[in-house]
């Protein structure tokens, strides 16, 4: 439902439209002013406060454009939305370089009208409670460059913080590309420990040859090529803290040697009688069912149970999609300043797009797919087309198309905008396949206007030909 506290401003100069757009959306509980010029609508914007202005782009004096400006300068928090009967490509870019949540082609679809007003005021109101709780995190916590404030995160972040500043060993599970390095550094950053060494051990990434005197060092002699002393890296950690990255894929014999280090903090170094003392904390990491592992034998129990003192469980990205918005802008910004372009912004309909894909490499794959994206982009704004995506979305096309719905699935609990714009995909791609990519015959079939479908290819994401 609309928060009747939500003011709207229209701004357009045709008469018709903005008497029905007052009516439509005054109907949907919405606080309305209308303006019929561009400074009349400027003159109200320093007058009052509103939560979303929805401006046509041809005005009788100035460009909505204008308007637009005016409104972002005078509250940066302000939801813009241009229409215009005239839309172009570079009226779109032009539109969201200045801060337009979105851009819609006349004539439009009421309820996706209405639809997208909702949701721009539902990510405004979530865009404030996220700056809020930013703001407290920066008072009280610092979780060094993990982003996103799902309620799974959140939940992590409170343990964090619990365990941070304790000795106990933390272990650390999830999928690849997960994070889960991340995780570990803001328990180091958190803790007592901080200014210490904090060092990486890739268990699997090391030869079981070297895996010994890696973790431990060595001595003078103590093998062929052993020609001085040489400091492991549980030696290089002494005061700080050491992670053991993927920690599952250990062999046994080196297992048994782990464990005198989580129980004693002590080890010989390959060659050497003498022990060496050492004041660490462990983090580990896997992306392994390290429960299976010891059913089958593959791993110690009294390890397991040593190095699992606390389990910090990261969620995958499919199941924190809520997330993808501010994972995908922290990224954007990372590698548009690495690659020294301007890309600011991603457009609402490419983030949708990224939203119903279930990323099996997670952030590490979304994080591949921004940085390729920003390199190819000609524009300051990410749009759909730039996402690289094709392979995925045939594979989703295919898998749509096959989907049957049964209404008795109500009883179980369904998502209603899911499935109807499931079944608009499936109807606009098998339009577009019998008209051979042709938009005016798909139209046709479909029975609706040429900007109509243009309008929907553009929402959900699908890229054909004329």
Same mark, same amino acid.
């Given at each position: 439902?609309?928060?009747?506290?939500?003011k709207l401003l229209i701004v357009d100069d045709e008469l018709s439209m903005r008497e029905f757009l007052e009516l439509m959306l005054e109907a949907e509980g919405y606080h309305v002013d209308i303006a019929k010029t561009g400074n009349q609508a400027i003159q109200m914007l320093e007058k009052d406060f509103y939560d979303l202005v929805l401006c046509d782009i041809r005005?009788?004096?100035?460009?909505?454009?204008?308007?637009?400006?005016?409104?972002?300068?005078?509250?940066?928090?302000?939801?813009?939305?241009?229409?215009?009967?005239? #839309?172009?490509?570079?009226?779109?870019?032009?539109?969201?370089?200045?801060?337009?949540?979105?851009?819609?082609?006349?004539?439009?679809?009421?309820?996706?009208?209405?639809?997208?007003?909702?949701?721009?005021?539902?990510?405004?109101?979530?865009?404030?409670?996220?700056?809020?709780?930013?703001?407290?995190? +920066?008072?009280?916590?610092?979780?060094?460059?993990?982003?996103?404030?799902?309620?799974?995160?959140?939940?992590?972040?409170?343990?964090?913080?619990?365990?941070?500043?304790?000795?106990?060993?933390?272990?650390?599970?999830?999928?690849?590309?997960?994070? +889960?390095?991340?995780?570990?550094?803001?328990?180091?950053?958190?803790? +007592?420990?901080?200014?210490?060494?904090?060092?990486?051990?890739?268990? #699997?990434?090391?030869?079981d040859t070297l895996l010994e005197s890696e973790f431990f060092g060595y001595k003078k002699g103590a093998f062929t090529g052993a020609s001085h002393d040489k400091k492991g890296l549980f030696d290089l950690a002494n005061t700080g803290t050491v992670f053991l990255d993927e920690v599952g894929e250990l062999q046994p014999q080196l297992q048994i040697k782990l464990l005198?280090?989580?129980?004693?903090?002590?080890?010989? =170094?390959?060659?050497?009688?003498? *022990?060496?003392?050492? *004041?660490?904390?462990?983090?580990?990491?896997?992306?392994?069912?390290?429960?299976?592992?010891?059913?089958?034998?593959?791993?110690?129990? *009294?390890?397991?149970?040593?190095?699992?003192?606390?389990?910090?469980?990261?969620?995958?990205?499919?199941?924190?999609?809520?997330?993808?918005?501010?994972?995908?802008?922290?990224?954007?910004?990372?590698?548009?300043?690495?690659?020294?372009?301007?890309?600011?912004?991603?457009?609402?309909? #490419?983030?949708?797009?990224?939203? +119903?894909?279930?990323? =099996?490499?997670?952030?590490?794959?979304?994080?591949?797919?921004?940085?390729?994206?920003?390199?190819?982009?000609?524009? /300051?704004?990410?749009? =759909?087309?730039?996402?690289?995506?094709?392979?995925?979305?045939?594979?989703?096309?295919?898998?749509?198309?096959?989907?049957?719905?049964?209404?008795?699935?109500?009883?179980?609990?369904?998502?209603?905008?899911?499935?109807?714009?499931?079944?608009?995909?499936?109807?606009?791609?098998?339009?577009?396949?019998?008209? /051979?990519?042709?938009?005016?015959?798909?139209? *046709?079939?479909?029975?609706?206007?040429?900007?109509?479908?243009?309008?929907?290819?553009?929402?959900?994401?699908?890229?054909? =030909?004329?």
């Amino acid at each position: 439902m609309p928060d009747l506290t939500n003011k709207l401003l229209i701004v357009d100069d045709e008469l018709s439209m903005r008497e029905f757009l007052e009516l439509m959306l005054e109907a949907e509980g919405y606080h309305v002013d209308i303006a019929k010029t561009g400074n009349q609508a400027i003159q109200m914007l320093e007058k009052d406060f509103y939560d979303l202005v929805l401006c046509d782009i041809r005005l009788g004096d100035i460009s909505g454009i204008d308007v637009l400006k005016k409104a972002k300068a005078k509250s940066p928090d302000c939801v813009v939305i241009m229409i215009s009967a005239y #839309a172009t490509a570079e009226n779109a870019v032009a539109a969201m370089n200045e801060g337009a949540y979105d851009y819609l082609p006349k004539p439009f679809d009421n309820d996706e009208l209405k639809q997208t007003i909702s949701k721009a005021l539902e990510l405004k109101t979530l865009s404030e409670e996220k700056n809020h709780l930013d703001g407290l995190l +920066k008072e009280n916590l610092h979780f060094g460059h993990i982003v996103g404030n799902s309620p799974r995160m959140k939940s992590i972040y409170k343990v964090i913080s619990q365990v941070a500043p304790t000795r106990t060993n933390v272990m650390i599970t999830g999928e690849s590309g997960t994070g +889960k390095e991340l995780i570990a550094q803001a328990i180091h950053q958190q803790s +007592k420990r901080s200014d210490k060494p904090f060092v990486v051990i890739n268990c #699997a990434s090391i030869p079981d040859t070297l895996l010994e005197s890696e973790f431990f060092g060595y001595k003078k002699g103590a093998f062929t090529g052993a020609s001085h002393d040489k400091k492991g890296l549980f030696d290089l950690a002494n005061t700080g803290t050491v992670f053991l990255d993927e920690v599952g894929e250990l062999q046994p014999q080196l297992q048994i040697k782990l464990l005198r280090i989580v129980q004693e903090r002590t080890f010989k =170094p390959v060659g050497s009688n003498e *022990d060496v003392h050492v *004041d660490i904390r462990i983090l580990s990491a896997t992306n392994k069912h390290l429960e299976t592992e010891l059913i089958e034998g593959r791993f110690r129990e *009294d390890l397991y149970y040593r190095l699992n003192v606390v389990e910090i469980k990261v969620p995958p990205l499919r199941e924190r999609k809520g997330d993808i918005r501010a994972l995908a802008q922290h990224f954007l910004e990372k590698y548009s300043r690495l690659q020294e372009k301007e890309v600011t912004k991603i457009s609402s309909y #490419a983030v949708d797009l990224l939203q +119903k894909y279930d990323f =099996p490499g997670n952030i590490r794959e979304l994080e591949n797919l921004i940085e390729r994206s920003v390199a190819l982009s000609n524009t /300051n704004i990410l749009l =759909p087309d730039n996402l690289s995506l094709s392979i995925h979305k045939r594979r989703w096309i295919e898998g749509i198309e096959n989907k049957r719905f049964d209404i008795n699935d109500v009883e179980h609990g369904v998502s209603l905008d899911v499935i109807l714009e499931e079944i608009e995909r499936a109807y606009l791609v098998k339009a577009l396949g019998l008209s /051979n990519g042709s938009k005016n015959k798909a139209a *046709d079939l479909l029975g609706i206007s040429f900007r109509s479908l243009r309008y929907r290819l553009s929402k959900l994401g699908i890229d054909k =030909p004329d």
